[in-house]
């Protein structure tokens, strides 16, 4: 077990890859109550043409697969797993995004007994036919309630917008038609190809003695047969650099309009340090920009162009990544021709190392916010693992940020052929 | 805890966290006359000093100590209309920089609520104008998600004569009455008359908060006002509401009268009676609703434990309504009737256990648990306690409160006839 101590924040992480490739990190927190651990896999909603494990050609799956596999994991010829949690008094959830899938406990009492049930639950998967069939109508019910929900209407419109091949564009939960041709079959494969633990992260967080947790996992993972790992080949089509639509209109029963503008990542293909950097100054470009303290901010605050849910927010993995800005507004087309003003102007305008200064200041300081939760402990580092970044490393990288790297990134994002717009208007 | 003139300041020391929090909570009663003021205050305040002029100098200052955050929040807690300012700052301990940054903090806050931005003797017009529009945006978000305006609107109909039908936000048609100085008032009578607590959390030195809080907030002493709360009217036949309106999925809320309250010794049964019946994923109410029928994604409870209420809340296909009323009304027999394990009730109490555990890994979680003590008669609870009474809660306590709960209204919001 490796010990990797970071002075600056007081923390100790502890991490050892096992036999089986399974990679397990542990992070003490003193004085903590609870313990949080998350299991995930490198599988998201985008993984849907890949080589089975064991086969030689390319497999496409239904839309929205991952997230029903996430679903259908919590089944057993037993019964319910979240029953199984809460018997040992913890609370039990999971989540499918573009990349990953994670299943997740969190729970003060019998926490070995509670990761046992997590590595077993993850690692036994029981889909029959029956319970698939029965699990089509919960999911149906969960796509419509997204259906009717604006604000996801909208952050998933100007995804579409972003992308012309890209599997990012189709909603994770996928539609009521795609799921009708998911089949336990289909689950089975899909499982044996990505839950493999070589494609797995284990992170515990929280209330531990580090040596006997790590003991008790190794012995958990040892005593279970995996067939002998594989490079997972996944299958994407080429993705042009420009956006499918330059704008969409989309009318749905809401009092208040949504607008949101996108940039569309032009050289999506970074990872490690590399990513890390990148997303980290686009991040401070976005707040030099937007943030509360930006002079924008308080025009578009004052000409009633915005109000508090306004937001911006970068998203960067490997093959996509896009930038997001907006929220609700009285006046649509007024705040996207401000938006788009404002972010293409910054290629020429001069601004102040004070300016820089105080911006990376603020995340250095908002960093060590979030550190205060496990949650987000558990799933960034997860997030960043498999992106190959450390998000230890986050306020390291921060400080190193010039006015130059701002200046460079900005030419490099601010294309307008990247350029998207999604508004949600009244009927 | 430390009585200080005309604010009640808490501390908490704990090297857990890496920041240090700040929460100050003004509270009063929730009234028709002022809930839109009250609503619209805290915007006001947050949005300039006379320290700091314009919101963007606000702003800088906030970034300038490492990202402090600023935030307000309105709420009810039954019937009163509570305030919230939320600071939470950086320990300069894990900083390269050794600024003492929680004094600036106290200093921050203290000039937020105490000295602001007057211009000919009231707010700045200019501020209270945009912030009236923000307040307009921010009442009328409601209708867009459908969740949440589906459970405003059983709770408007379910307490239509009672002052908790008003939302915490405030009403929209008022807001044009309103001026810089009708709020210039409402706000000196806050001040004089409010009942304020201040909660400072993180790694420090308890005498040194108490000394920087007492110079920061020179209030007037007041008189605590006394708690009476309203369970509501006795409900005699049940309510049904049915709202049309364009939406895919329907929403079904269900709304009981519990008659039990966070004081009530029965509280700590409510509380594992709403987690056998609709509070975790193990519960009647998902197991029957969601999985044995597939008739919902969701499909749970929650209490209003200030008020008397169980709130029941799904989302479902429009042509479900008749079969989904009746398997949670069933469920509600069931607990009536006792049908449920000495197995579940010891589930229910380990999972809420943990849950309150949890609760306090948080400095949020901790002021919200602390500051329930306040709503109370009863002694100021410590989290043993609250942990204990939940492991005293017998089957027949169970019993006894299912008797009790009553149903009252039944809202659901379904698509257009067409």
């Given at each position: 077990?490796?010990?990797?101590?970071?002075?600056?924040?007081?923390?100790?992480?502890?991490?050892?890859?096992?036999?089986?490739?399974?990679?397990?990190?542990?992070?003490?927190?003193?004085?903590?109550?609870?313990?949080?651990?998350?299991?995930?896999?490198?599988?998201?909603?985008?993984?849907?043409?890949?080589?089975?494990?064991?086969?030689?050609?390319?497999?496409?799956?239904?839309?929205?697969?991952?997230?029903?596999?996430?679903?259908?994991?919590?089944?057993?010829?037993?019964?319910?797993?979240?029953?199984?949690?809460?018997?040992?008094?913890?609370?039990?959830?999971?989540?499918?995004?573009?990349?990953?899938?994670?299943?997740?406990?969190?729970?003060?009492?019998?926490?070995?007994?509670?990761?046992?049930?997590?590595?077993?639950?993850?690692?036994?998967?029981?889909?029959?036919?029956?319970?698939?069939?029965?699990?089509?109508?919960?999911?149906?019910?969960?796509?419509?309630?997204?259906?009717?929900?604006?604000?996801?209407?909208?952050?998933?419109g100007l995804i579409e917008n972003m992308f012309h091949?890209?599997?990012?564009k189709?909603?994770?939960?996928?539609?009521?038609?795609?799921?009708?041709?998911?089949?336990?079959?289909?689950?089975?494969?899909?499982?044996?190809?990505?839950?493999?633990?070589?494609?797995?992260?284990?992170?515990?967080?929280?209330?531990?003695?580090?040596?006997?947790?790590?003991?008790?996992?190794?012995?958990?993972?040892?005593?279970?047969?995996?067939?002998?790992?594989?490079?997972?080949?996944?299958?994407?089509?080429?993705?042009?650099?420009t956006v499918a639509e330059e704008k969409k209109v989309?009318?749905?029963?809401?009092?208040?309009?949504?607008?949101?503008?996108g940039?569309k990542?032009?050289?999506?293909?970074?990872?490690?340090?590399?990513?890390?950097?990148?997303?980290?100054?686009?991040?401070?470009?976005?707040?030099?920009?937007?943030?509360?303290?930006?002079?924008?901010?308080?025009?578009?605050?004052?000409?009633?162009?915005?109000?508090?849910?306004?937001?911006?927010?970068?998203?960067?993995?490997?093959?996509?990544?896009?930038?997001?800005?907006?929220?609700?507004?009285?006046?649509?087309?007024?705040?996207?021709?401000?938006?788009?003003?404002?972010?293409?102007?910054?290629?020429?305008?001069?601004?102040?190392?004070?300016?820089?200064?105080?911006?990376?200041?603020?995340?250095?300081?908002?960093?060590?916010?979030?550190?205060?939760?496990?949650?987000?402990?558990?799933?960034?580092?997860?997030?960043?693992?498999?992106?190959?970044?450390?998000?230890?490393?986050?306020?390291?990288?921060?400080?190193?940020?010039?006015?130059?790297?701002?200046?460079?990134?900005?030419?490099?994002?601010?294309?307008?052929?990247?350029?998207t717009v999604f508004?949600?208007?009244?009927? | 805890?430390?009585?200080?003139?005309?604010?009640?300041?808490?501390?908490?020391?704990?090297?857990?966290?890496?920041?240090?929090?700040?929460?100050?909570?003004?509270?009063?009663?929730?009234?028709?006359?002022?809930?839109?003021?009250?609503?619209?205050?805290?915007?006001?305040?947050?949005?300039?000093?006379?320290?700091?002029?314009?919101?963007?100098?606000?702003?800088?200052?906030?970034?300038?100590?490492?990202?402090?955050?600023?935030?307000?929040?309105?709420?009810?807690?039954?019937?009163?209309?509570?305030?919230?300012?939320?600071?939470?700052?950086?320990?300069?301990?894990?900083?390269?920089?050794?600024?003492?940054?929680?004094?600036?903090?106290?200093?921050?806050?203290?000039?937020?609520?105490?000295?602001?931005?007057?211009?000919?003797?009231?707010?700045?017009?200019?501020?209270?104008?945009?912030?009236?529009?923000?307040?307009?945006?921010?009442?009328?978000?409601?209708?867009?998600?459908?969740?949440?305006?589906?459970?405003?609107?059983?709770?408007?109909?379910?307490?239509?004569?009672?002052?908790?039908?008003?939302?915490?936000?405030?009403?929209?048609?008022?807001?044009?009455?309103?001026?810089?100085?009708?709020?210039?008032?409402?706000?000196?009578?806050?001040?004089?008359?409010?009942?304020?607590?201040?909660?400072?959390?993180?790694?420090?030195?308890?005498?040194?908060?108490?000394?920087?809080?007492?110079?920061?907030?020179?209030?007037?002493?007041?008189?605590?006002?006394?708690?009476?709360?309203?369970?509501?009217?006795?409900?005699?036949?049940?309510?049904?509401?049915?709202?049309?309106?364009?939406?895919?999925?329907?929403?079904?809320?269900?709304?009981?009268?519990?008659?039990?309250?966070?004081?009530?010794?029965?509280?700590?049964?409510?509380?594992?009676?709403?987690?056998?019946?609709?509070?975790?994923?193990?519960?009647?109410?998902?197991?029957?609703?969601?999985?044995?029928?597939?008739?919902?994604?969701?499909?749970?409870?929650?209490?209003?434990?200030?008020?008397?209420?169980?709130?029941?809340?799904?989302?479902?296909?429009?042509?479900?309504?008749?079969?989904?009323?009746?398997?949670?009304?069933?469920?509600?027999?069931?607990?009536?009737?006792?049908?449920?394990?000495?197995?579940?009730?010891?589930?229910?109490?380990?999972?809420?256990?943990?849950?309150?555990?949890?609760?306090?890994?948080?400095?949020?979680?901790?002021?919200?648990?602390?500051?329930?003590?306040?709503?109370?008669?009863?002694?100021?609870?410590?989290?043993?306690?609250?942990?204990?009474?939940?492991?005293?809660?017998?089957?027949?306590?169970?019993?006894?409160?299912?008797?009790?709960?009553?149903?009252?209204?039944?809202?659901?919001?379904?698509?257009?006839?067409?």
């Amino acid at each position: 077990m490796r010990e990797i101590v970071f002075d600056q924040l007081a923390e100790k992480l502890y991490y050892e890859q096992l036999e089986n490739g399974l990679k397990v990190y542990l992070l003490p927190k003193e004085g903590f109550h609870k313990t949080y651990a998350t299991f995930t896999t490198k599988y998201g909603s985008i993984d849907n043409a890949f080589i089975p494990l064991g086969k030689k050609e390319f497999l496409t799956v239904p839309d929205g697969i991952a997230h029903f596999l996430e679903h259908k994991l919590f089944e057993k010829e037993h019964g319910d797993v979240f029953q199984d949690f809460s018997k040992q008094g913890a609370s039990a959830n999971a989540f499918t995004s573009f990349t990953r899938t994670a299943y997740l406990f969190s729970s003060t009492t019998q926490v070995e007994k509670n990761l046992e049930t997590l590595l077993n639950f993850v690692q036994e998967p029981y889909f029959t036919e029956q319970t698939v069939e029965k699990e089509k109508g919960i999911i149906g019910q969960e796509i419509t309630m997204y259906d009717d929900n604006p604000d996801w209407r909208n952050y998933f419109g100007l995804i579409e917008n972003m992308f012309h091949h890209h599997p990012v564009k189709i909603d994770i939960a996928g539609t009521k038609e795609s799921i009708a041709n998911i089949t336990a079959d289909l689950l089975y494969t899909c499982y044996e190809t990505f839950y493999h633990p070589s494609n797995m992260l284990l992170f515990v967080v929280g209330a531990m003695d580090p040596d006997k947790m790590m003991n008790f996992i190794k012995d958990n993972q040892s005593k279970k047969e995996f067939k002998p790992a594989e490079e997972i080949s996944r299958h994407f089509e080429d993705e042009p650099a420009t956006v499918a639509e330059e704008k969409k209109v989309l009318k749905m029963n809401v009092h208040t309009s949504k607008c949101l503008v996108g940039l569309k990542e032009v050289s999506p293909n970074r990872q490690g340090t590399e990513l890390l950097k990148h997303e980290l100054t686009v991040n401070i470009i976005l707040d030099l920009l937007f943030g509360k303290s930006s002079k924008h901010y308080k025009q578009l605050y004052e000409d009633g162009l915005i109000d508090e849910t306004f937001s911006f927010d970068y998203t960067g993995e490997k093959g996509f990544g896009f930038a997001m800005i907006g929220g609700d507004t009285e006046k649509p087309d007024e705040l996207e021709a401000q938006l788009k003003k404002i972010l293409f102007q910054f290629r020429n305008e001069a601004f102040y190392e004070d300016e820089l200064n105080r911006a990376k200041k603020k995340k250095i300081g908002s960093f060590l916010r979030a550190i205060n939760s496990p949650e987000f402990i558990a799933n960034q580092f997860t997030r960043y693992a498999f992106n190959e970044m450390d998000l230890f490393e986050v306020i390291p990288q921060l400080e190193k940020i010039t006015s130059e790297d701002v200046k460079r990134v900005a030419n490099e994002i601010l294309d307008e052929k990247a350029f998207t717009v999604f508004q949600i208007v009244p009927k | 805890m430390h009585e200080l003139s005309g604010i009640t300041l808490h501390t908490l020391n704990t090297s857990k966290f890496k920041t240090n929090t700040l929460v100050l909570k003004l509270k009063s009663a929730l009234t028709e006359e002022n809930v839109t003021k009250r609503a619209l205050l805290p915007y006001v305040l947050q949005t300039a000093t006379n320290t700091y002029k314009t919101s963007t100098e606000l702003r800088i200052y906030l970034d300038e100590l490492y990202g402090a955050t600023l935030n307000v929040d309105l709420s009810k807690k039954g019937e009163f209309h509570i305030i919230t300012f939320r600071i939470d700052i950086a320990n300069e301990k894990f900083l390269k920089d050794s600024t003492p940054l929680l004094q600036k903090a106290i200093n921050l806050l203290a000039d937020v609520l105490l000295n602001p931005l007057v211009e000919g003797g009231y707010f700045s017009s200019s501020i209270v104008e945009n912030e009236k529009r923000t307040l307009k945006q921010r009442i009328q978000s409601i209708y867009d998600d459908k969740m949440r305006y589906s459970s405003h609107r059983l709770v408007e109909e379910m307490c239509k004569n009672e002052p908790y039908r008003l939302a915490a936000n405030g009403v929209k048609d008022d807001v044009d009455t309103i001026t810089a100085q009708n709020l210039y008032e409402y706000y000196e009578q806050v001040l004089n008359t409010d009942d304020i607590h201040l909660y400072a959390i993180g790694d420090l030195d308890e005498e040194e908060v108490i000394n920087f809080v007492e110079k920061a907030f020179p209030l007037k002493s007041r008189q605590k006002s006394l708690h009476e709360v309203n369970k509501g009217k006795n409900v005699t036949s049940e309510n049904e509401v049915i709202d049309r309106d364009d939406v895919k999925q329907g929403k079904l809320n269900i709304g009981y009268r519990t008659n039990i309250t966070y004081n009530d010794s029965l509280y700590p049964a409510l509380q594992v009676f709403n987690g056998i019946f609709g509070g975790f994923s193990h519960s009647k109410l998902f197991i029957n609703v969601r999985e044995k029928e597939s008739l919902a994604y969701y499909a749970a409870s929650r209490v209003e434990s200030h008020k008397g209420l169980l709130l029941v809340m799904s989302g479902i296909d429009f042509s479900n309504y008749e079969k989904a009323v009746k398997i949670i009304k069933e469920q509600m027999v069931e607990m009536q009737n006792g049908n449920f394990t000495d197995n579940e009730i010891a589930q229910t109490k380990a999972v809420i256990k943990n849950q309150i555990l949890e609760t306090i890994d948080t400095p949020r979680g901790q002021v919200e648990i602390l500051y329930n003590n306040e709503f109370g008669s009863i002694d100021r609870k410590a989290i043993e306690d609250i942990i204990s009474n939940i492991e005293n809660v017998t089957k027949e306590d169970i019993i006894n409160v299912a008797k009790q709960i009553q149903l009252d209204t039944i809202y659901f919001l379904t698509g257009k006839e067409d």
